[in-house]
């Protein structure tokens, strides 16, 4: 087994599973290559239900929670008026959140995987309320993974106009001061307008000012959630009566008011400007290969990204191909959701406590939908590698591994190949019991970076 092999499985990908990193031996880039092509790119289970029908059941919900009020004389407290939502909004965010841990834990194609992860934070939304904790996974789900190896400009519509999205940067909230709605006093919001601007497209302190972040929001006011009592429907509804007339000027280009459109145009051409490549391509080598990126190796993505017009696939080749990703020495601490995916992975785990799963990255301080702000979860070592979130992890490597009965030799070489050191190795089969050796070998250096 090649040392590149263990690269292609660990660094790109989730980890190696039982056999993975023989097969990825005899060519490694191609391994990798050959994951891009697969149909489909990612499979969810789809018994869990969409956005579409978790609107229609808030709804539901919600006339249950009148009805009651209703009903009641004495006032009945926040917490009696509705217990059966606030059980469904807990259950359906665990159940998909631990859906998409569960299928990246067993997939062929964890390069695809990790990817998803990457624009999951990148997009990243937090359960601040009962709502997002309902809607928030199906953004991933829905815009992401539909658009994951496509355009990034698809990707960037499909996210600003997903309901999770509208909805946690309060955009159903926004309306033009001159549009129908403002002149009955609704004001702009441009919390949306802002993140996109300073996270998800240009970044921040690339050279757009206050007021195209002002331009932006006017031009995507009327951009909401449609109220399925009301239109008949759950999810994206343009508003046209919030839209605030007239033409925006975005970076000195101007849109002509067309309603939807004209936000829509706003989007495409942020998507294509090379500030957009270049804050993402610093972004994904920072994710993959190293915290501080290789300018060299940026500048060839920028340019995959330019020619190609944010082909994210092509983006992604281009990296793999380039020598200065394949380096011998691991260049990334991994997150806790990383180190908890390639354990499992590792130890060829396929069946799973759900609760047990969730709960693990609650106490790893790694709680999907948890990041808390639109930036998301850090990428960087610094924040995962102190003194209580080191302790936490030898707690759970401990946990995992008092469970663990199989042959852990065969298991270090699965997982590492040749990565492994000497001293590992030394460290791993001189342990005194499965228990001892299963811990110290998700804790080496080898298996806790990639």
């Known amino acids: 087994m090649s040392i590149q092999a263990s690269i292609a499985t660990n660094r790109f990908g989730l980890g190696a599973k039982p056999n993975e990193i023989a097969h990825a031996t005899l060519d490694p880039k191609n391994w990798l290559l050959a994951q891009l092509n697969t149909k489909p790119l990612l499979e969810f289970d789809n018994s869990l239900p969409n956005s579409e029908k978790i609107g229609f059941k808030l709804e539901e919900l919600r006339k249950e929670k ?12 926040k917490t009696q008026s509705q217990p059966a939502g606030k059980k469904y909004h807990r259950q359906i965010m665990r159940k998909l959140t631990t859906d998409t841990l569960k299928q990246s834990i067993l997939s ?21 309320s009962p709502i997002m904790a309902a809607i928030g996974p199906t953004l991933e789900r829905e815009a992401i993974a539909d658009n994951l190896l496509g355009k990034f400009e698809d990707m960037l519509l499909a996210v600003v106009k997903h309901p999770a999205m509208i ?20 004001g702009l919001n441009e919390n949306l307008a802002r993140e996109i601007l300073e996270l998800h497209t240009m970044g921040i302190n690339s050279g757009y000012s206050q007021t195209d972040v002002i331009e932006l929001a ?10 399925p009592k009301k239109d008949k429907h759950s999810g994206f509804k343009f508003r046209a009566y919030g839209h605030e007339p007239g033409a925006r000027k975005l970076l000195n280009k101007t849109y002509k008011n067309n309603g939807l ?6 989007l495409l051409d942020l998507a294509r400007r090379p500030e957009t490549a270049a804050h993402l391509c610093n ?32 983006v992604i080749i281009s990296m793999i191909n380039a020598p200065e990703s394949w380096q011998n020495t691991p260049q990334k601490f991994k997150t806790p959701r ?7 992975r590792a130890l060829g785990k396929n069946k799973f406590n759900d609760r047990s799963l969730y709960s693990s990255l609650f106490n790893l301080g790694h709680k999907p939908l948890n990041a808390g702000s639109p930036t998301g979860y850090s990428d960087f070592q610094q924040d995962w590698n102190g003194a209580s979130a080191l302790m936490t992890r030898i707690d759970w490597a401990s946990k995992i591994s008092a469970k663990f009965n199989g042959d852990t030799k065969s298991i270090m070489k699965s997982a590492l190949g040749e990565s492994i050191s000497e001293h590992t190795k030394q460290m791993v089969t001189r342990a005194e019991s499965k228990k001892q050796a299963a811990t110290l070998l998700i804790l080496s250096p080898e298996f806790i970076r990639r």
Do not use: C
């Open 66 to 77: 009148r009805a009651l009020k209703k009903q009641s004389k004495t006032n009945l407290s």
């Open 261 to 266: 459109e004209q936000g829509e145009a706003m």
């Open 167 to 186: 909805i946690y940067l309060n955009n159903e909230k926004s309306f033009g001061e001159n549009s129908r709605a403002g002149k009955k006093g609704k």
């Open 338 to 344: 990383e180190h908890l995916v390639s354990t499992y």
């Open 283 to 314: 972004k994904l080598v920072s994710h993959f290969i190293q915290d501080i990126p290789e300018p060299k190796l940026v500048d060839k993505m920028v340019k995959t990204w330019m020619k190609t017009q944010g082909d994210i696939k092509q």
């Open 108 to 128: 062929d194609n964890s390069l695809n995987w990790r990817l998803l992860d990457f624009f999951s934070n990148h997009f990243s939304v937090s359960t601040k």
């Open 218 to 227: 006017k031009g995507i006011t009327g951009w909401s959630v449609a109220r």
